[in-house]
């Protein structure tokens, strides 16, 4: 396997398994500086150092440390298109299959959402996930009959903010209630 080196702008050969095992490495090294502080405070020799490499490794995989967070949320965003929103009624009302599809997510992914959505976490993370998420919901409710306008596309955003912003609270708070008594919950404060 031919690897591309950012730095150097070269191709090395690579065996495909420690590949992937040197940039995991690396992505955890970062991630367990991230959770710790602001990206901007993190630097390179903070990450080779804690994962175990050399720079040039760390250039071998990544730009910046920018470009490390980009790709964690890169490889996060696909999950969301998997959702199975196919099943949402007609009166453009998010039912119990997109609530627990979109916990699913973040259930699976709880480690990286609640830091990125999180007060030290990258702000524009939200935006993306509506963004992934929206086109998906949007054509399957045309499908069923909405109209495309301003209404839908404002409901949508409304009910992405809130189920995103409730979940998150959820995972981030000790003393919560079951799963299935958030969503009826939510069930009763929708529009």
């Not at 071998?60 to 009624?89: A, K």
Request: proline residues 4%.
């Amino acid at each position: 396997m031919l690897h591309y080196n950012v730095k150097w702008g070269v191709y090395m050969k690579k065996q495909p398994e420690v590949t992937t095992i040197t940039k995991q490495n690396l992505q955890d090294a970062f991630w367990t500086l991230y959770c710790q502080k602001r990206i901007e405070k993190i630097t390179i020799k903070e990450i080779t150092a804690l994962a175990g490499y050399n720079r040039g490794t760390f250039y071998e995989y990544f730009i910046d440390v920018y470009d490390v967070l980009e790709q964690i949320e890169n490889e996060l965003l696909p999950n969301l298109v998997r959702m199975p929103l196919s099943e949402m009624p007609r009166n453009d009302a998010l039912d119990n299959s997109a609530f627990g599809s979109l916990f699913k997510f973040f259930e699976e992914n709880s480690k990286y959402i609640t830091v990125l959505l999180g007060e030290h976490g990258d702000p524009s993370f939200l935006s993306k996930i509506k963004k992934t998420v929206s086109p998906i919901i949007k054509q399957t409710l045309i499908e069923k009959g909405a109209k495309d306008n301003f209404r839908l596309n404002a409901w949508i955003e409304y009910n992405l903010s809130a189920m995103v912003g409730i979940f998150n609270h959820w995972f981030t708070t000790e003393d919560k209630p079951p799963l299935d008594e958030l969503i009826k919950f939510m069930q009763t404060i929708k529009t």
